[in-house]
């Protein structure tokens, strides 16, 4: 099944397409993000490949602005031991999760992998890509399951958290103050998986 989305970036000035692709093995985040921030236009395109549990096992962040350009490329086995160019990084060894701010489908990762039960929560440490702040780094993270549809998220130390509603399969729906999903449409179509990376 192949799920196409639209958010709108509040914050960020942004419009999101983000195509989430789901097969039985795993699944397939392709998403093109452009907006403004401080007062530059900035291009953001990201993959991220999963396997059936929600892990990450592939990324890639392409960004650009007017004056800088940047690629950052990572796998995974899925336990959060992440490297680059075949060296493991020590840094983000175990970050579970991917956190790239400028998108809400990144918490879709972290509720659907951890699978919460209502009044249930869980810290995690999450690999936390804030390219527009020039930042690639561990963090950790608190996500508390209120309803079926609502999360609450915190960073740890909490110095910042919110209350996220989400569809059936985990899609941000609304991000307060952040995002809001404008459409959302399925089709059977599938693109082909990309293998070897």
Not at 140 to 155: H, M
């Amino acid at each position: 099944m192949q799920t196409n989305i639209l958010w709108t970036g509040r914050e960020y000035y942004s419009l999101e397409n983000c195509i989430l692709t789901t097969t039985d093995t795993g699944s397939e985040v392709s998403s093109v993000i452009i907006g403004m921030y401080l007062k530059k236009i900035y291009r953001v395109e990201y993959l991220i490949t999963l396997n059936d549990k929600w892990e990450p096992l592939f990324s890639e962040l392409k960004y650009q602005t007017d004056d800088r350009r940047e690629v950052h490329r990572y796998h995974s086995d899925g336990r959060g031991n992440w490297s680059k160019d075949g060296t493991l990084i020590h840094e983000f060894i175990g970050c579970t999760d991917i956190d790239i701010p400028l998108t809400p489908l990144t918490n879709t990762l972290a509720i659907n992998r951890t699978k919460l039960q209502i009044e249930e929560n869980l810290e995690i440490k999450v690999l936390y890509m804030d390219i527009l702040n020039h930042e690639i780094k561990p963090v950790r993270q608190r996500y508390t399951r209120l309803s079926q549809t609502t999360y609450k998220y915190e960073n740890v130390p909490n110095d910042f958290e919110a209350i996220l509603c989400v569809d059936e399969l985990g899609l941000v729906v609304d991000y307060p103050d952040l995002f809001v999903r404008t459409a959302r449409q399925e089709s059977l179509f599938l693109t082909e998986h990309t293998e070897n990376r």
